[in-house]
């Protein structure tokens, strides 16, 4: 084990003293927010997606995003990267971050170039530049140890070229998650990572679950600026130029015109396959990616069922419905979710029945059933219905 | 068996032949239209009951029933009783009605003052009055068979001092209904009563099925007006009068005024109970109550779920959801009824679900339970939620 993990070897009550200590001033959120969310159709749409959706509270994901690492980093050090779709109401929900920096890209082409591109411009700028890559649709029920945790993480990232994912520590045996393979863990810090496993089937994930060396990916990483810029000369080739040049007009007139002719031309990729996936194969002695095991209450709320169960957990016990309407009455009915603003509800006689109503759209679906919600939008796309998506 | 019933008897050939001939001049439809329908809600409200909604086609269901008997009688013999809430709406709904006929009830009363009132009504302007009284949200198939029927049923009825009621041919142990018991038929036309049986338990229900001799208590009478008199003075000796009171005020300036004094004060009672049940414990032979025998494909449209099975055996085949809204796409769905006008609705995973979508309500239910609906207004009712009931 190289010198450089040791520190983070150490046990969980030193770890948690460093949450007190000044947050790193080479720190930056690079929040990532061009996602559709289409699984929490009818209420998220191509100009409102999940992340801009108070799903849980009155902020919306990406505020509570934003709000969560407010305390790690002043709001010009922010950056937000998104699409023409979302920008407007993202500048909107968030007035006080310098609108320069919500970038929206003139092509979605996943992680890879993204996260890149944030990299490159943050070089120009600040050589030590510590990412935090960030999505912004996930609730966090601890945020002190959030941030202490990103602290820990962040003091990884400077301390060598060492890329940092926040591992989840997986509670049931999930297959919509890829999955983080570490060393066996003897203490209770950062772990080596092995490899990174794409979604697993049921028989694997129960497997993963059971063997303690397995976590979920949390899609949150920490790295300097100089480890990503390198790692993506080296495993993209191409795109990296591409990049370089799209940061280099940053703040010129020409900015526009490069981003709107070069990005496109960059490999649609997820910086899973582009670079963790290669990296991680040399083993990991070689790879310097670290997992850090986190326990901040992380949940993605993945469909109308997540949410359901993530609201069930903090109400009062009783028929398990959750009711998000002007009044309801319920005969016989029972763990319900409901959402039909301004209306009456009434519910005779339906169990586990996920309903959600605007003012265009109705969807009824079952808690079982609601991850197929995605697939509405599918046929709403492909039938080129694009008022209801 | 006297000799009033033998023309009635006579083969079915025969009776179908009547049809033909010109209807009854003395024939007078009284159509009840003042029920509220409360299982049609969140659609059904207390100035939009059932009756007055197009349930079944372009035209509501109050405007079928008199479209159904206009062959038989001019507008002007045409009599509504209704309440204050709906006569508005019926006004508007048949604008060639005498208004004067749309007679709104201060106070519920149940059948037998109603109807009684339409007798002593009629009996000033034509000794010879037949009444034919109706529900007015009921579905008939075949018109021309119901008329047919009806035609049968006023000769019965003119023929002498008889009481008929149209009993329908049970199809299925129903135990929302009422049933008549009759003679054991041993000919296609008139029975003559035996007894009238309340809603039964499903036992009997089936026993009553198989046993060919018990028939649906349709709710649809004929009789001479001064029949119904003479037996309203026998079997309502305190309400008899008043009626006959409030009738002898008709069309002067005192009317509105003895109407809202003495309607209130009759008894609030079913002509059932008042006057069928009580006579027809004399015995078959002295009660002078005949059943018709009626398949005119009846249906009283009871709930979401017969409305939705009435509407399922007339469409297409398919996978048995009925959808009316702006769009729908059902994914792993199936025999579904849903009503949201305007809306695109999606449906995943769900069967089986009666969903109805107004201005300012969402019922949720299911093809099982959705005679329960009826509950939710009284919910209402009881929380004084006024607006939505």
């Known amino acids: 084990m190289p010198p450089v993990v040791k520190p983070f070897a150490a046990p969980r009550v030193n770890v948690r003293l460093a949450a007190t200590v000044k947050t790193n001033p080479h720190f930056y959120p690079v929040i990532l927010a061009g996602g559709r969310g289409t699984r929490f159709w009818p209420l ?19 505020q509570q995003t934003v709000a969560r690492l407010a305390p790690m ?33 003139p092509a979605g082409r996943n992680t890879a170039p993204a996260i890149g591109l944030a990299a490159f ?6 050589p030590d530049a510590v990412l935090g890559l960030f999505p ?5 029920a601890d945020p002190a140890e959030y941030r202490a945790t990103l602290n820990r993480g962040i003091a990884i990232a400077t301390a060598g070229d060492n890329i940092v994912v926040l591992g989840i520590r997986p509670t049931r045996p999930e297959t919509g998650y890829g999955y983080i393979e ?17 979604k697993p ?17 949390s899609g949150m990483f920490l790295w300097r600026a100089d480890t990503l810029a390198h790692a993506l000369r080296e495993h993209l080739p191409n795109t990296a130029p591409l990049l370089e040049q799209i940061a280099a007009a940053y703040s010129t007139r020409k900015f526009a015109e490069t981003f709107r002719k070069l ?60 009711v998000s309407a002007s009044g309801s009455f319920a005969l016989n009915a029972k763990n319900n979710y409901v959402h039909a603003p301004g209306k009456f509800v009434a519910l005779v006689g339906v169990s586990n029945l996920v309903i959600v109503e605007t003012e265009d759209a109705l969807l009824v679906t079952t808690l079982d059933q609601s991850q197929d919600v995605g697939k509405v939008v599918k046929h709403l796309d492909a039938k080129k219905l694009k008022k209801l998506v």
Chains 1, 2 share one sequence.
């Open 121 to 126: 411009l943050l070089l120009r700028h600040d």
């Open 263 to 322: 990005y496109p031309k960059c490999e649609n990729i997820s910086i899973d396959f582009a670079v963790l996936e290669p990296r991680s194969a040399r083993g990991e002695a070689q790879s310097r990616i670290f997992c850090l095991p986190s326990d901040f209450g992380w949940n993605d709320l993945g469909s109308w069922t997540a949410l359901h169960e993530h609201h069930a957990a903090k109400a009062k016990p009783g028929d398990g419905s959750l």
């Open 73 to 105: 980093a002043a709001p010009s050090r922010f950056w937000i990267i998104t699409n023409d779709d979302l920008r407007p109401a993202i500048l909107r929900q968030l007035p006080k971050l310098p609108p320069q920096q919500i970038i929206a890209e």
């Open 44 to 62: 998220s749409r191509k100009r409102r997606a999940k992340q801009l959706l108070a799903l849980d509270g009155k902020q919306t994901m990406l």
């Open 182 to 198: 570490s060393v066996v863990p003897d203490h209770d810090g950062p772990l080596r990572v092995r490899r990174f496993t794409e």
């Open 201 to 217: 089937e049921f028989g694997k994930a129960r497997q993963f679950l059971e063997a303690g060396n397995y976590f979920w990916n």
């Open 136 to 140: 912004s649709d996930h609730v966090i």
